[in-house]
């Protein structure tokens, strides 16, 4: 089955620009996770969705960040007035939910802003 | 804040020899996790362990989870080339379903 799917893999933006990413879930996965690596280090959580409940959003840095997840299934990441050091990998991962379960990754987008 | 720290941060040995991966926190977690990450792809998951003490074995990697549930360790035998990645350990935050993700070991494996 098809796994975590996330687009575009690349983007490369101005600085000021908003930015959109994409994350496709594996069918089924009611809890979805967005992070932050840079440079190839450890991944720094940003938000939390588990099926119809409130996101847990603790984790986005700044109000120029925001998320959604539509119909339980793909979400999308925005980011406005992208700034330098927003960039980095940004990583997506879906899993069935609760705290011993399993993440799967996607291949992450890679955002450069310049 | 929890924070999960990993040592060493970088390891290059020579094929055939072992190491060992620490994962330390003065928090307790749920569960935690390891993951292997090669560049320009997401984190596999490898291990899973949710009980204070735990062992699992996989292959030629040993994962332990302390006692206390605030530490773990990943051992590999006989170090391979295939197993170059960069090793991430991650705990399920107390009371949250947030997981946090630990600093990262780099690993080399010369031939």
């Known amino acids: 089955g098809a796994g975590v799917s996330q687009s575009p893999s690349n983007k490369v933006t101005e600085k000021g620009k908003d930015v959109e990413l994409r994350c496709d879930p594996i069918?089924?996965?009611?809890?979805l996770y967005w992070y932050r690596q840079s440079l190839g280090q450890g991944l720094e959580f940003l938000i939390y969705f588990q099926g119809n409940s409130a996101p847990d959003k603790s984790g986005l840095p700044s109000d120029r960040f925001s998320a959604e997840r539509t119909g339980g299934s793909v979400s999308t990441l925005t980011i406005q007035r992208t700034q330098q050091e927003d960039s980095a990998v940004y990583l997506c991962?879906?899993?069935?939910?609760?705290?011993?379960?399993?993440?799967?990754f996607g291949p992450g987008t890679r955002l450069t802003v310049t | 804040t929890q924070l999960l720290e990993q040592s060493p941060q970088f390891l290059s040995i020579q094929e055939g020899e072992n190491l060992t991966v620490y994962c330390n926190s003065s928090s307790v977690f749920s569960s935690l996790q390891w993951y292997r990450q090669e560049p320009g792809e997401g984190p596999v998951l490898l291990v899973t362990?949710?009980?204070?003490?735990e062992v699992k074995k996989l292959k030629r990697l040993t994962f332990q989870f302390g006692d206390a549930r605030k530490d773990s360790s990943l051992h590999i035998t006989a170090a391979q080339t295939g197993d170059t990645g960069l090793y991430l350990c991650?705990?399920?935050?107390?009371?949250?379903?947030?997981?946090?993700f630990g600093t990262g070991t780099r690993l080399k494996v010369l031939a």
């Open positions: 991650a705990g399920v935050a107390s009371g949250t379903y947030k997981y946090i």
């Open positions: 362990v949710v009980t204070g003490g």
């Open positions: 991962a879906s899993s069935l939910g609760g705290r011993i379960y399993e993440q799967y």
């Open positions: 069918s089924g996965h009611t809890a």
